[in-house]
């Protein structure tokens, strides 16, 4: 699917990417039916981890099922900027984690119309 695939430029500098800005709109709404109103955002490495483009190559890569199933996590956060180095594994669950806590659930909802939350069957 053409929609899911990142898109090879970014806004103009200094400009909000519109994608995004709905999409945290959507992801927001349903976090907050859910009972959460203003969920946390955590970082990784000690930096903040921007869960639009976290969803967006998780799902580009067919969603946190298939990543986990095809052993991608890894490919998946030097994706996201991060070291490919000794840390890399430990960086890599973190990002599952992070996933799993604030995303898998609007995965399944918004992917698949599967309400979820908190999530029935989580991926191991």
């Not at 519109?18 to 990784?44: E, H, N, Q, Y």
């Not at 998946?76 to 996933?99: D, H, M, P, T, W």
Request: hydrophobic share 45%; with cysteine.
């Amino acid at each position: 699917d053409a929609d899911m695939a990142p898109a090879e430029e970014g806004p103009p500098p200094g400009e909000a990417d519109p994608d995004a800005d709905a999409w945290l709109a959507r992801w927001r709404a349903f976090m907050a039916r859910k009972g959460v109103a203003s969920p946390k955002l955590p970082t990784i490495g000690g930096r903040p981890m921007d869960v639009f483009t976290l969803y967006r190559v998780i799902t580009a890569h067919g969603g946190l099922d298939a990543v986990i199933g095809t052993k991608q996590l890894s490919a998946v956060a030097v994706e996201l900027g991060f070291e490919r180095n000794a840390q890399l594994r430990n960086v890599s669950q973190k990002v599952k984690k992070v996933y799993l806590r604030l995303l898998y659930a609007f995965e399944c909802f918004d992917l698949r119309g599967a309400d979820v939350f908190p999530a029935a069957r989580r991926p191991k």
